[in-house]
């Protein structure tokens, strides 16, 4: 049974890091990408960072480019997003999420479909305070 599991969400204040994880289990290989996606209350789970299993060219949201980092150890089956300098408008629930296919994964798509993606975390709440 295929198993996501995040973990490291918080409270921190504008500016601040936090580093989010994300263990995964039950798959027989590694999935091809695994990406991250937050929902805030009242708006659209929205793609943040997808990373193939080489990592090369990670996808990101354009309002994280420069502030967080995807990356992946697929020998551990972990997932890990840092995220640096986070402002209040960072406030949401954080996701991770895992396919098969490659396609609208790496820096050359211009975002993550949420509808790739047949396994889902139950999330990790990320609060940033001003």
């Known amino acids: 049974q295929v198993q996501l599991v995040e973990s490291g969400g918080g409270s921190v204040q504008a500016g601040g890091s936090l580093r989010l994880s994300c263990a995964a289990s039950?798959?027989?290989?590694?999935?091809?990408?695994m990406g991250w996606f937050r929902q805030a209350p009242g708006k659209e789970r929205e793609g943040v960072a997808g990373?193939?299993?080489?990592?090369?060219?990670?996808l990101y949201a354009d309002s994280v480019k420069g502030r967080f980092t995807a990356s992946r150890d697929n020998a551990r089956n972990m997932l890990y997003l840092q995220m640096n300098s986070l402002q209040p408008e960072d406030t949401a629930m954080y996701y991770c999420?895992?396919?098969?296919?490659?396609?609208?994964?790496?820096?050359?798509?211009?975002?993550?479909?949420?509808?790739?993606?047949?396994?889902w975390g139950q999330g990790t709440q990320v609060t940033v305070s001003s």
């Open positions: 990373i193939y299993i080489s990592s090369r060219s990670p």
């Open positions: 039950g798959f027989t290989v590694s999935p091809a990408c």
């Open positions: 999420a895992a396919k098969s296919s490659e396609t609208y994964c790496s820096g050359g798509y211009p975002a993550l479909r949420r509808s790739d993606f047949p396994y």
